[in-house]
């Protein structure tokens, strides 16, 4: 059963099971105790600590591991606006935050503190210059997502980091879904991640801190963690993590342009296959795995039921909200369709069969529900171009790549892209140039499986 919910959380990556078997033989003692079996556990967490914190871009001594992302947030947010109280007590967030995030600004306000929530685009991103404009001499703290759980869109973190370091205010960044492939912007001061978005095991989270950042730990004291996190370290989950994470990181380049491939599929595919449908976020500056379109008179948890019964798990909206049934945080700050909305994020490994089994499915599963509810008929729109194409020319000499590539450019709309996949060295030269001849843009060069992808887009 294709499993098409990697957002809210991605199987089990093997690394990570090999990772927590060897650690529970190993690092079952007390970190704290000075015996044998504690310095064995003691060298696990360090060793796992250095591993997270070269991927973070952060210092060991300034990376902290917690029960969750969410304890992260909450521990980061309180411990930051503590720590700068004397400065003000204004909080500002982006309206599309996880809503652990939202939760704490909520907490801060009924407290006496005060929050901005900055508005977003129909794509769901902040505007660098709107987020500057609320910055004041109060505030204590800036919040920013480095991509939306629900829709995937890339926030502009280092034009926001830049504006924050202008105004003096520490930014926390939640890059939960974005850490497992790759590393964030420069420029944050406090960030926060959870290892079960990217394939590690539930229950432990991030919180990086950097120094020189006032931060006032809330709560009662322990010498856990620096302070941070009370409790004993669950060290065999909180290997497992950074060893995952280590090795999704590893996997990310060639893993994202497949995927990127897949999505931008469906993305294409599901307004022409089913009627009066909104494909919804950033369709460029986005995850490479996650696609969320909404779909007109339909309920969204009857339709996830019809998906689950064709085999397909997805989710509906943010994966803190779907429960609830009440219409995303998210799209209503973006103003899109909010009914019968369906989040698509995939595993890495996701096969074309299983993606293309999913668009098969979709479009009855639709039918199905709108029948149900007595919605009127609705007419097929006629194909749309793709937005963007991948061409497979792998094993394949000069000039067929750059001839295959011709072939399609015309099949994309203007600003569209056509990705070539090629082992042929020549392409590294001939590309380049047939975009130079033809007056078209190359994007640039991406590591694939085998050879590169080279990346062009229509300007004409």
């Given amino acids: 059963m294709p499993y098409f919910d990697a957002a809210s959380a991605a199987p089990l990556h093997p690394v990570a099971r090999q990772a927590l078997l060897a650690a529970l033989d190993e690092g079952w003692a007390d970190p704290a105790r000075l015996h044998r079996e504690g310095r064995r556990a003691r060298l696990l967490l360090d060793a796992a600590r250095e591993a997270a914190a070269e991927a973070v871009g952060c210092r060991p001594d300034e990376l902290t591991f917690t029960s969750s992302g969410t304890r992260a947030v909450h521990s980061g947010i309180s411990g930051a606006l503590a720590g700068r109280r004397r400065v003000g007590r204004h909080l500002v967030v982006s309206a599309v935050e996880h809503s652990s995030v939202l939760h704490s600004a909520a907490t801060h306000e009924s407290g006496g503190g005060s929050v901005t929530e900055v508005p977003v685009d129909v794509t769901g991103a902040v505007r660098a210059q709107a987020y500057a404009s609320v910055l004041r001499e109060d505030t204590a703290l800036a919040c920013l997502q480095s991509a939306n759980h629900e829709v995937g869109t890339e926030q502009p973190v280092a034009e926001v980091a830049e504006a924050c370091r202008a105004a003096g205010v520490p930014l926390l960044v939640d890059a939960a879904q974005s850490l497992g492939w790759g590393p964030v912007p420069a420029g944050w001061s406090l960030l926060t991640a959870s290892a079960h978005k990217w394939g590690g095991p539930a229950g432990v989270g991030l919180l990086a801190v950097r120094k020189g950042v006032r931060f006032a730990v809330q709560g009662p004291a322990d010498e856990r963690e620096s302070g941070r996190a009370a409790g004993f370290e669950d060290i065999p989950a909180i290997v497992a993590a950074a060893a995952s994470l280590r090795a999704v ?44 379109f909404s779909c007109l008179y339909v309920d969204g948890e009857t339709l996830l039921h019809e998906l689950d019964r064709s085999g397909f798990s997805v989710s509906s909206g943010s994966s803190c909200t779907s429960s609830t049934l009440t219409p995303s ?65 792998l094993g394949r000499r000069c000039p067929i790549p750059v001839i295959e590539l011709a072939k399609v450019i015309g099949e994309v709309p203007v600003g569209g892209t056509v990705t070539v996949l090629s082992d042929d060295e020549a392409a590294r030269l001939d590309i380049p140039a047939w975009c130079a001849m033809r007056e078209q843009e190359y994007v640039g060069e991406e590591p694939a499986d085998r050879g590169s992808a080279y990346v062009v887009r229509r300007l004409s």
């Fill in 249 to 292: 990181r590893a996997e990310a380049a060639a893993e994202s342009v497949r995927l990127r491939a897949l999505v931008d599929r469906i993305r294409a595919r599901v307004p022409a296959l089913v009627p009066d449908v909104e494909v919804v976020g950033d369709p460029v500056r986005r995850l490479p795995h996650l696609v969320t």
């Fill in 329 to 393: 945080h998210v799209l209503r700050a973006m103003g899109v369709l909010s009914e019968g909305n369906v989040r698509v994020s995939l595993p890495a490994g996701t096969s074309e069969e299983d993606v293309d089994r999913f668009l098969e499915a979709l479009p009855p599963a639709v039918a199905s529900v709108r029948e149900k509810l007595g919605a009127p008929a609705a007419t097929v729109p006629s194909p749309v171009p793709a937005a963007s194409l991948v061409v497979d020319a």
